[in-house]
């Protein structure tokens, strides 16, 4: 019997204790954090679209978007901007660390924020619209322009309570101020040191999210950093505009070998590859289409120059065309948006010193005197086998040929092919021919 009981108080004892478990697991917070130093860009929308809805799987308190970004594409932008507003979960902007800064598309995603909150030392602002692609915009199209963004910006400052007057500043008049003076404006919420004492400060705040209030608990949370996937990466750089470039230059060579070598395949799968994945990429970037036009029109000189002869004129207008095409391809006011020179120059060097080459090889090709069939055969030395008077044979490249000759040849002597009669040789002696 007192075995019986034994065993029941340790059987109730481990329940005890794992039930105790449990509830600390559970009870246990987590804070989902990810990090934007880069362009607004649609790999960073994905990423931050997928990391909302696995904050919202993991019942994180709240995702913190950590960033630092000069701006970017104005698509991308408002794609985040739904998102944060229609998400389930509380989502934080911290514009941090120290030295950061929320510019232009970057504005707008602060103050979309549930809570929006800076580090010292950082600065918001710089929010008017710029066209990307080199297009030029007439007055009333960039009043249009302006307009919007000033109603957008304002519609997503009085949704979250911020200071509306200083949200439409920021995009007409470009202003930028730092952390300190965003606080007192009313445009975040709060500033921060670090995690830790953003986590501190939004503990047992309240945020109203698809009707219902949430309070946060925050406080001694366990933070999960949230990292991009193969996807995001991938999508993160073929965004880099070097990388398209590179990516576009590899592919219109590959496809060029592969159309003066048909068969090689290897340089033509390589290319199509490589412009795939360009044109993709372009479909993220700001591109002007007047520069990828020019890029193409250079490659198609470089061929015309094979099949029509120029001397060198239409390889001249080839360069000059790559050339200006590659400088206008990327034209954003965003530095991150635009082909670096130190990587465009070297490239653009590179492509036309193998065009030049591949041109003056298929040149040299085309100039040169045949040297198979049987157009190959003359200007051949051979040794007449019998007297050539008028007729004869010859021994010419490794082969007994019917010939004449006139003036006669003695046997013995060298000669040298004239011309080519049917399946007769006309020779001459190899001093009248050299």
């Known amino acids: 019997m007192n075995q019986k009981r034994i065993f029941f108080c340790i059987l109730f004892l481990g329940i005890f204790l794992l039930s105790i478990s449990w509830l600390s697991a559970a009870q246990k917070k987590q804070v989902d954090v990810i990090k934007i130093n880069d362009v607004i860009t649609p790999a960073i929308a994905d990423f931050i679209s997928r990391s909302i809805e696995q904050a919202t799987k993991n019942r994180a308190e709240c995702l913190i978007i950590k960033m630092d970004t000069p701006g970017g594409l104005d698509t991308s932008m408002r794609d985040i901007i739904k998102d944060i507003m229609n998400a389930d979960i509380p989502i934080v902007v911290y514009v941090a660390p120290s030295g950061a800064r929320a510019a232009s598309a970057g504005v ?53 309570g911020r200071n509306i007057d200083w949200a439409a500043r920021a995009v007409l008049e470009n202003l930028s101020i730092p952390e300190t003076e965003a606080l007192k404006k009313k445009i975040i919420d709060l500033v921060a040191k670090d995690l830790d004492h953003l986590l501190k400060k939004i503990d047992g705040q309240t945020v109203e999210k698809a009707g219902r209030t949430i309070k946060l608990a925050t406080k001694g949370a366990e933070i999960n950093i949230l990292e991009m996937g193969f996807r995001e990466r991938l999508l993160a750089v073929l ?16 496809l060029y070998f592969e159309l003066s070598n048909p068969g090689a395949l290897f340089p033509g799968v390589i290319g199509g590859i490589c412009l795939i994945l360009a044109f993709f990429a372009f479909r993220m970037l700001p591109i002007n289409y007047a520069g990828g036009l020019l890029i193409l029109l250079g490659i198609f000189l470089f061929i015309a120059e094979i099949k029509v002869p120029s001397y060198g004129l239409l390889t001249i207008g080839g360069l000059v065309s790559l050339t200006l095409g590659s400088i206008m391809l990327f034209e954003s006011p965003i530095p991150a948006l635009r082909a670096s020179f130190s990587v465009v120059i070297p ?36 040794v007449a086998r019998t007297r050539l008077d008028p007729e004869g044979r010859v021994f010419v490249h490794g082969e007994l040929w019917d010939a004449y000759s006139d003036p006669p040849v003695e046997e013995g002597e060298k000669v040298r092919v004239l011309q080519i009669d049917g399946l007769k040789l006309k020779m001459g002696r190899e001093k009248e021919g050299s």
């Open 108 to 160: 707008f995603i602060t103050l979309a924020a549930d809570i929006a909150a800076m580090a010292p030392g950082t600065n918001i602002g710089a929010a008017h619209p710029v066209t990307v692609g080199g297009q030029q915009m007439d007055r009333k199209m960039r009043e249009k322009v302006v307009n919007d963004a000033v109603a957008y910006i304002q519609s997503i400052a009085e949704k979250k």
């Open 347 to 382: 490239t653009l060097i590179f492509t036309a010193a193998f065009f030049i080459f591949a041109v003056s090889l298929a040149l040299k090709a085309q100039m040169a005197r045949p040297a198979t069939g049987a157009e190959g055969l003359i200007g051949e030395t051979g």
């Open 239 to 254: 965004s880099n505009p070097n990388i398209a470039y590179i990516l576009m230059m590899i592919g219109l060579i590959g």
